[in-house]
């Protein structure tokens, strides 16, 4: 069945690193990819997403590109900040339910100390 | 907007009682669901909703019921509460956008049962 794998946290860097936290997928088609982040006490936002081969979602400075030949849909950013510290989830809907069910990776959990 | 609220935001049930976990939108989105969210397994998905008067089982139903009378509401109804039911419920509205779907989650309900 359709699944993601994400590397496995805590992840712990220092103000201004450079981020990555690596994400592959099984699904068969084409599925939607997404990135969600998760702060502290809160629900899941929608961070960025990639629709088809070789889009690259991006946003607030993070930045993904869907892979369709290695299944992957790594995050990365150029600089993290203290702000930057939460969880993030990548996540895929499969083309078969409309899109809108969505499989989710366990989670990355990411420390930036200043 | 509110988005997508849900209540309560703590609740400790003992073995065997039954509740109901409240979500709405004021969004006018078509699809809801439920997800649970358990350390190092993500969000998996419990019920979810096409629109009024449609629902349907997701992953992990067994223990939840849930309704869809209106498109705002979405109610997920624990019927008889088991310590394997201690977790975070989210409750998530979603609406297409492109060739996918962006979705929305609450705050969530941190829910324990002894």
């Known amino acids: 069945g359709d699944s993601v794998t994400q590397m496995e946290g805590p992840v712990t860097l220092s103000e201004e690193a450079f981020l990555t936290i690596n994400c592959t997928y099984t699904a068969t088609g084409y599925p939607s990819l997404f990135w969600y982040v998760q702060y502290p006490g809160e629900g899941l936002q929608l961070l960025l997403k990639a629709t088809k081969a070789d889009d690259k979602g991006s946003n607030k400075g993070f930045e993904a590109t869907y892979r369709k030949e290695t299944t992957s849909f790594h995050l990365e950013k150029g600089s993290v900040q203290v702000s930057d510290s939460a969880v993030y989830f990548c996540?895929?809907?499969?083309?078969?339910?409309?899109?809108?069910?969505?499989?989710f990776g366990a989670g990355t959990r990411l420390f930036v100390k200043a | 907007n509110a988005g997508v609220t849900q209540t309560p935001k703590f609740q400790v049930l003992k073995t065997g009682q039954s509740m109901t976990l409240q979500c709405a939108q004021d969004m006018n989105h078509e699809y809801m669901s439920w997800y649970r969210q358990d350390p190092g397994m993500g969000l998996r998905l419990i019920h979810y909703s096409v629109g009024a008067g449609i629902t349907d089982q997701g992953e992990v139903p067994n223990g939840y019921n849930v309704s869809r009378s209106t498109t705002e509401d979405f109610p997920l109804r624990l019927l008889s509460a088991a310590p394997s039911q201690t977790s975070v419920y989210f409750c998530?509205?979603?609406?297409?956008?492109?060739?996918?779907?962006?979705?929305?989650f609450g705050p969530g309900t941190r829910l324990t049962v002894t």
């Open positions: 996540a895929l809907s499969p083309p078969n339910t409309g899109g809108f069910k969505t499989i």
């Open positions: 998530a509205s979603s609406y297409r956008v492109d060739a996918g779907y962006e979705q929305y």
